[in-house]
């Protein structure tokens, strides 16, 4: 008998973008079972709750500085829905320790570049800066570390000439809604 698919939570605070391929890459290792967001204005949960996805909208900003609280908060959402696996799709928010150990080695992301290289903001435009030939996402496990934990799967997409931070990152983010169902696919497949 195989395993039913892995309820996995997507972490936004956007458009939700990667949100969406995720949701429409259809897959029978995942199932997409909580849309979580920071932003309760964030478009891509109001996209989830049209396609009558369960959403949590969790702000951050009423629990002040209090990131632990916060998170402990976000902890009991995943927990209730019956959360296996975390990917986070521009979640906006560097998460402590606490919470990274609490789903360590079941949390991952995506992130606009081929890491180790650009972690963090900017991606690209310090790809073009550095006159790099190509650039890419990368699929990674949460570490503590921001941007640093191991690599999963990456998507390598070429640097054209005249490129700008704006078109090379129109490409990278097609080469991400391809990578990042796969990579989830894959990952929990393995579960």
Same mark, same amino acid.
């Given at each position: 008998m $195989? +395993?039913? !698919?892995v309820?996995?939570?997507v972490?936004? $605070? *956007?458009t939700g973008s #990667?949100?969406?391929?995720?949701v429409e890459?259809? #897959?029978?290792?995942?199932?997409?079972?909580?849309v979580l $967001? #920071?932003?309760? @204005?964030a478009p *891509?949960?109001?996209?989830a709750a &049209?396609?009558?996805?369960p =959403?949590?909208?969790?702000?951050h900003a !009423?629990? &002040?500085?209090n +990131?632990?609280?916060?998170?402990?908060?976000?902890?009991?959402?995943l927990?209730?829905h &019956?959360i296996e696996?975390v990917?986070?799709?521009g979640?906006?928010r560097?998460l =402590?320790?606490?919470?990274? *150990?609490?789903?360590?080695?079941r949390?991952? #992301?995506i992130? !606009?570049?081929?890491l180790?290289k650009y972690p963090g903001? /900017? =991606?690209? +435009?310090?790809a073009?800066?550095a006159g /790099?030939?190509?650039?890419?996402c990368?699929v990674?496990?949460?570490? @503590? &570390?921001? /941007? %640093?934990g !191991?690599v999963? /799967?990456q998507?390598?997409v070429?640097?054209?000439?005249g490129?700008?931070?704006e078109?090379?990152?129109?490409?990278?983010?097609?080469?991400?809604h +391809?990578l990042?169902?796969?990579?989830l696919?894959?990952?929990?497949g %393995?579960l």
């Amino acid at each position: 008998m $195989s +395993r039913p !698919p892995v309820r996995v939570a997507v972490l936004i $605070s *956007g458009t939700g973008s #990667n949100l969406r391929a995720l949701v429409e890459t259809v #897959n029978p290792a995942y199932e997409v079972a909580l849309v979580l $967001s #920071n932003r309760p @204005e964030a478009p *891509g949960l109001a996209w989830a709750a &049209g396609r009558g996805l369960p =959403t949590v909208a969790l702000p951050h900003a !009423p629990f &002040g500085k209090n +990131r632990q609280a916060h998170e402990a908060a976000l902890d009991a959402a995943l927990r209730a829905h &019956g959360i296996e696996v975390v990917a986070l799709a521009g979640y906006m928010r560097v998460l =402590t320790p606490w919470l990274v *150990g609490r789903w360590s080695g079941r949390m991952l #992301n995506i992130h !606009p570049s081929l890491l180790p290289k650009y972690p963090g903001l /900017d =991606t690209h +435009r310090r790809a073009l800066e550095a006159g /790099d030939a190509e650039a890419g996402c990368t699929v990674h496990l949460v570490s @503590e &570390g921001v /941007d %640093e934990g !191991p690599v999963l /799967d990456q998507a390598r997409v070429p640097v054209l000439e005249g490129d700008t931070p704006e078109t090379l990152a129109a490409r990278v983010l097609e080469a991400e809604h +391809r990578l990042y169902p796969q990579a989830l696919a894959r990952f929990c497949g %393995e579960l």
